[in-house]
């Protein structure tokens, strides 16, 4: 409000600012067209250069005068569309006619609600960049190219830490052994021996599982030149479906932010598999289905299910 | 290799043996088991030698020699609620060789050959157990491969079992009870076949010689 009074208050000097503009205009114009007009007949040559002289003289005071007197009115009247936060759409303000062009109130609106998208859009993008679901930094493709790719901190994370967070979840679980090994650099993998029901390798980069394979006690884990075949899958139909509740879960199991609890509660959703052969479905109370045993192991009770028992 | 239950399954009445197994195979095949080729089990019974008792003054003791056409490189001698060993086949041979020690029984060669079934991670063995060139009963197998540890896997199995033998289920090997928590071996199978042999033998002796 003080912003459109204080404009009220000058309107008079903006008055006469404009009548002094218009007063500048005129004189500068008269210049010009004594320029023009150039020298008027006289009777002598002297005559008429001194006339000229005078009148030009004259017509360069008036345009000095006006011009000192716009300065000085320009001063008076300040800067007032600096002052409002609108800038110069400040000034719609001053439109007497609102019911006809309610113009000024629907700026304002706009630009609260243009104000508030960028508040809440900030908010969006810094939650999105830390929820990231991309899991891997290769997937970013060409847009990688483009601008420079802030690395996940989980994907750089010392080898040290995750051999720590590995036996940790050792010790945890007593019928559960892990085996870490890292074959081709960094990237850790895990051979899992639950009991003496199923082995289950697990690629890992960095903190993050990449891949799983559940095969039978009695399968062979390790390729002809003894290294850990993560490719072949197993020759029972009952740990191929392991496999691909397994897979499920790496997919269920995700908070970018902790990737230690996310291994941890894979973990022990596997370690469920203890009771494989031994739990009947706890829907329909059988052992197998289709030959095969409940295969599913709910993720928050851990419950076991057949594949098709589950809802 | 996974955990492995042998059973006899009794000939239904009025039927023959052959009828009785293809009443098996065919409600296995309903059930959508696919038929993987053939198998055969035989075993040899051999005695100590007479020569060898006295000087050591114990009873003689069967010693059986078996062969299981899903380990064809192998073979198997046990004795009676005794030690077994595992060999390779030229054990046969080496057995020639001791005769001096251990000789074979007359007539004594038993067989089991019928046809193999595949149903999921389950390997049926249905065959007719022969003496012979008598059929003298029937002999079901069942192995559940994925599974190692006998005791983890019986009620499934038994569950599997119930689905075709219906009534004619039967209880848990003995070997299953043996040693808790260890895991199942070729052995052990074959252990049950021995049983299940001598059982053969003993049953058919009485009515055979009724008959005659």
Known sequence: MADVLSVGVNLEAFAQAISAIQALRSSVSRVFDCLKDGMRNKETLEGREKAFIAHFQDNLHSVNRDLNELERLSNLVGKPSENHPLHNSGLLSLDPVQDKTPLYSQLLQAYKWSNKLQYHAGLASGLLNQQSLKRSANQMGVSAKRRPKAQPTTLVLPPQYVDDVISRIDRMFPEMSIHLSRPNGTSAMLLVTLGKVLKVIVVMRSLFIDRTIVRGYSENVYTEDGKLDIWSKSNYQVFQKVTDHATTALLHYQLPQMPDVVVRSFMTWLRSYIKLFQAPCQRCGKFLQDGLPPTWRDFRTLEAFHDTCRQ | ?212
């Open chain 2, 1 to 212: 290799m996974g955990v492995t239950c042998v059973s006899q399954m009794p000939v239904a009445e009025g039927k023959s043996v052959q009828q009785t197994v293809e009443l098996l195979t065919r409600k296995l095949e309903m059930l959508g088991a696919e038929k993987q080729g053939t198998f055969c089990v035989d075993c040899e019974t051999y005695h100590t030698a007479a020569s060898t008792l006295g000087s050591q003054g114990q009873a003689g003791k069967l010693m059986y020699v078996m062969h299981n056409s899903e380990y064809p490189l192998s073979c198997f001698a046990l004795f009676e609620n005794g030690p077994w060993l595992i060999a390779d086949t030229n054990f046969d041979v080496l057995m020639v060789k001791l005769k001096g020690f251990f000789q074979s029984a007359k007539a004594s060669k038993i067989e089991t050959r019928g046809t193999r079934y595949q149903y999921c991670d389950f390997l049926v063995k249905v065959g007719t157990v022969t003496m012979g060139p008598s059929a003298r009963g029937i002999s079901v197998e069942v192995e559940y491969g994925p599974c190692v540890v006998a005791s983890d896997c019986w009620s499934l199995l038994l569950e599997f079992l119930q689905s075709f033998l219906g009534s004619h289920t039967p209880g848990a090997p003995a070997v299953f009870g043996n040693r808790h928590d260890a895991v199942y071996g070729p052995a052990d199978t074959m252990i049950q076949y021995m049983e299940l042999f001598n059982k053969i033998r003993k049953q058919q002796q009485v009515p055979v010689a009724g008959i005659r």
